[in-house]
């Protein structure tokens, strides 16, 4: 699934042609999964974060299958590691969202897209998708925010 989104090495190995296949962020790397989701120096602080915010003593991802595994290394509890497992999926998309803001908008605009809070806008979307979209139950935001392990709670 993850190998038919349209990222420059994909689209190169379709046949088109296009100006530079370097990673939108850095500009440095060839943009295919594994940099793009991964190693990308852009990225690699989304995952301390997110590591971070969950109190996780996981290792940073090296590769796609543990970035975006189901396994949770050190959280007991199954509710705990299955909205773990959606706030990494859901950091997933909202790195391509980013990157796609970052393809499309002016140059000029490339800063300020730049230094956006990719982590905010994974605290609260992922608070509303499975506030509204699964069966785990969740307190307010603002406990949330702070700590998703607040999740236990309820
Ligand atoms: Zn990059």
Request: net charge positive.
């Amino acid at each position: 699934m993850l190998n038919a989104l349209a990222t420059y090495s994909n689209l190169v190995s379709r046949g088109i042609s296009l100006p530079s296949s370097l990673c939108p962020f850095c500009n440095t790397e060839v943009e295919d999964l594994l940099h793009l989701f991964v190693k990308c120096k852009f990225v690699v602080p989304l995952w301390k974060n997110i590591l971070s915010w969950w109190n996780s003593s996981d290792p940073i991802p090296v590769d796609l299958n543990n970035a975006f595994g189901s396994t949770c290394y050190q959280m007991g509890s199954s509710n705990a590691c299955k909205a773990f497992y959606a706030s990494r999926l859901i950091l997933l998309w909202l790195v391509w969202k980013w990157r796609n803001k970052l393809v499309h908008s002016p140059s000029d605009k490339r800063q300020s897209i730049l230094n956006e809070d990719v982590l905010v806008d994974l605290k609260i979307l992922s608070f509303l998708w499975l506030k509204n979209r699964s069966k785990l139950v969740l307190g307010e935001f603002e406990d949330w925010r702070c700590n998703p392990l607040s999740i236990e709670k309820h």
